[in-house]
């Protein structure tokens, strides 16, 4: 699948109308420090970011581009704060053909400390995935310590989508890992669901074994009530049980659900905990979930109110055997990547769209017990090499401090990295 079709979802939240959602701001931004601390420059560099940072317990941040490195297939990264000042490595290169390529989710940090990921393609091609499928990798550090700007870390493929029985490929989110090691994600296509074309997609579990790891369909869509399409990264609970949300309802329409894959003996059972209307409550989630200590469901729209190009923050609350689904905040741009919780409880979160110049924002949303306050932290623009679009969730230091990307923007126009300090 080319890069072009890989963006379908990306092209139809088109730029053009970007500057009709101006007149729709969220509260103005308050007195934050804004910074960038890396600008992507392509090639070596890597450029076009698309999911956010993952902070180790070092404070090193380890992320991935969507193009740039080696091959201009995409790269893998980290980024050092030394005395101050960052230092960007670029880590690894994708290569494309029998190894993955284009990744657009970010990296998880694994219980042996090895980074791990997903590519929506490369690998083995195949006739329904041309350019590959896709794949899970492992990124694992050099023996010694590295002090160059290139220091290659090791890959190894753990699953190519080409392998599938069920015709599994291009995964756009990234992987989670259970208490025991197994591996968890989800593929925007394939699946034994019975959709036309590429399938309604799945969510797969990949085991570890001395051979290897061995790849288990846990549930395909069918697009026929429990939705079709995800995006998202998945979460996992306490008792192991997933969560997530599906792009569309029925198959390449209606507004998108949110599921949750319960874990018993005999299986895996899907359960549909709402289903977006398209209206005042949002659609076509794109975000994945996260959950607070008393189990609620946190999570974010593309759009609401048809094709507007609105989001919602909504919450999901267990009641009574069931879930209320509530809005806790209206967007003027789509969340397109999962929110992120600080110590206190507020979240945060980033619009590619939207905000005072409509090229995205970066906002806070704060309980008071009565109500959600959603604070603008920063406005996004195309002035100063500044970096607009930010596709990224938030990452939070210890010391409150948030970071994140940008997929444009920057001296090269590659994205860049920010920091944004209270």
């Not at 290569?95 to 400390?113: E, K, S």
């Not at 392998?163 to 291009?170: E, P």
């Not at 397109?336 to 110590?343: A, G, K, Q």
């Amino acid at each position: 699948m080319s890069r072009t079709n890989a963006e379908s979802v990306i092209a139809k939240l088109a730029p053009v109308l970007l500057f009709a959602l101006t007149a729709m701001l969220v509260p103005p931004a308050q007195a934050q420090t804004y910074t960038v601390i890396h600008n992507f420059t392509g090639g070596l560099g890597g450029n076009y970011p698309y999911d956010g940072l993952t902070r180790d317990r070092a404070g090193n941040f380890y992320g991935t581009t969507n193009g740039g490195g080696s091959s201009d297939q995409g790269a893998a990264f980290k980024l050092t704060n030394h005395n101050g000042s960052w230092i960007f490595t670029l880590i690894y290169s994708f290569l494309g053909g029998n190894d993955g390529a284009l990744p657009y989710a970010g990296l998880t940090i694994g219980p042996d400390g090895s980074l791990y990921g997903t590519t929506w393609s490369g690998g083995q091609g195949a006739p329904q995935c041309a350019g590959g499928c896709g794949t899970v990798y492992k990124l694992t550090p050099p023996a010694k310590p590295c002090h160059q700007t290139v220091c290659s870390w090791t890959e190894t493929i753990l699953y190519d989508f080409y392998l599938s029985s069920a015709g599994l490929q291009n995964p756009w989110g990234g992987v989670i890992f259970d208490t025991a090691g197994n591996i968890y994600g989800a593929t925007v296509n394939g699946g034994a669901g019975g959709c036309p074309g590429s399938g309604c997609g799945a969510v797969y579990k990949l085991t570890p074994t001395k051979a290897g790891w061995t790849a288990s369909v846990l549930y395909s869509f069918t697009g026929h009530g429990d939705g079709s399409i995800p995006y998202c990264n998945l979460l996992i609970d306490s008792t192991g049980n997933l969560y997530g949300t599906t792009l569309y309802g029925a198959p390449y329409q209606d507004y998108g659900t949110v599921f949750e894959l319960v874990k018993s003996a005999g299986g895996w059972s899907e359960k549909t905990l709402y289903a977006f209307q398209g209206g005042s409550d949002g659609g076509n989630p794109q975000a994945g979930l996260i959950m607070d200590a008393a189990g609620n469901l946190y999570g974010g729209t593309t759009e609401a109110n048809g094709n507007s190009l609105l989001g919602v923050a909504f919450e999901l609350s267990p009641s009574g055997g069931g879930w209320t689904y509530s809005v806790i905040s209206s967007l003027s741009g789509s969340l397109v990547t999962d929110l992120s919780f600080d110590p206190a409880g507020n979240l945060y979160g980033t619009s590619p769209f939207g905000g005072a110049y409509g090229f995205g924002y970066a906002f806070k949303l704060s309980d008071s017990g009565s109500g959600w306050t959603q604070t603008d932290l920063h406005d996004f623009s195309t002035q100063n090499h500044g970096g607009f679009g930010p596709w990224s969730s938030v990452a939070i230091d210890p010391a409150g401090n948030l970071y994140g990307t940008t997929n444009g923007g920057g001296t090269k126009n590659g994205g860049i990295i920010w920091e944004i300090t209270p």
